[in-house]
T-cell receptor, first 120, second 108 residues
Framework: EVQLLESGGGLVQPGGSLRLSCAASGFTFNLYAMTWVRQAPGKGLEWVSSITSSGTITYYAASVRGRFTISRDNSKSTLFLQMNSLRADDTAVYYCAKGCGTDCGILESWGQGTLATVSS | EIVLTQSPGTLSLSPGERATLSCRAGQSVNSMRLAWYQQRHGQAPRLLIYGASSRAAGIPDRFSGSGSGTDFTLTISRLEPEDFAVYYC?????????FGQGTRLEIK
């Protein structure tokens, strides 16, 4: 059974940083692209960033490019999202999701999410 | 960036009725890269349909997807109580993924 467990959310002041993690199990992690999707309170889904299975190619939404960095440690089956220069509009539940292949954006499985709150 | 527009914003129906949800793209989408997700209240999204018309594992056959180019449809043939939720379409390609704004399916 695929399991994705996000952690690292919390309360941070504007301009601060957070590092989210997603621990994966139940599948061969290094064969699948991974993605972060966020959802602001009461709002819809917003794609944030994706990374190919090898980690060599990354993609970012315009709203986070230059501030967020996606990475992965295939030896530990873990996905990361480093979030810097955080703003109030980054407040959201952040979900990690498993893609359908090495560079595939169909999101087959999702974690339960971790809440990041940016507020003074 | 391909914009996806879903309609209606809210759909009010009764259990047993048929639901038809629309997703329109601002430019042509590769059908293989079009998916639908369901999000029940307080839960994470889950994949329903991929490749515009293929059901994901474990999804009941009352869910079906169709369409190509710029117009895609999710149909639920006979609504069950657990189907009342928010539905999102999504596409990926050219280094960008996009979601529609969602359709809320509520009990009438």
């Amino acid at each position: 059974e695929v399991q994705l467990l996000e952690s690292g959310g919390g309360l941070v002041q504007p301009g601060g940083s957070l590092r989210l993690s997603c621990a994966a199990s139940g599948f061969t992690f290094n064969l699948y692209a991974m993605t972060w999707v966020r959802q602001a309170p009461g709002k819809g889904l917003e794609w944030v960033s994706s990374i190919t299975s090898s980690g060599t190619i990354t993609y970012y939404a315009a709203s986070v490019r230059g501030r967020f960095t996606i990475s992965r440690d295939n030896s530990k089956s873990t996905l990361f999202l480093q979030m810097n220069s955080l703003r109030a509009d980054d407040t959201a539940v952040y979900y990690c999701a498993k893609g359908c292949g090495t560079d595939c954006g169909i999101l087959e499985s999702w974690g339960q999410g971790t809440l990041a709150t940016v507020s003074s | 960036e391909i914009v996806l527009t879903q309609s209606p914003g809210t759909l009010s129906l009764s259990p047993g009725e048929r639901a038809t949800l629309s997703c329109r793209a601002g430019q042509s989408v590769n059908s293989m890269r079009l998916a639908w997700y369901q999000q029940r209240h307080g839960q994470a999204p889950r994949l329903l349909i991929y490749g515009a018309s293929s059901r994901a594992a474990g999804i009941p056959d009352r869910f079906s997807g169709s369409g190509s180019g710029t117009d895609f449809t999710l149909t639920i043939s006979r609504l069950e109580p657990e189907d009342f939720a928010v539905y999102y379409c999504q596409q990926y390609g050219s280094s960008v993924y996009t979601f529609g704004q969602g359709t809320r399916l509520e009990i009438k």
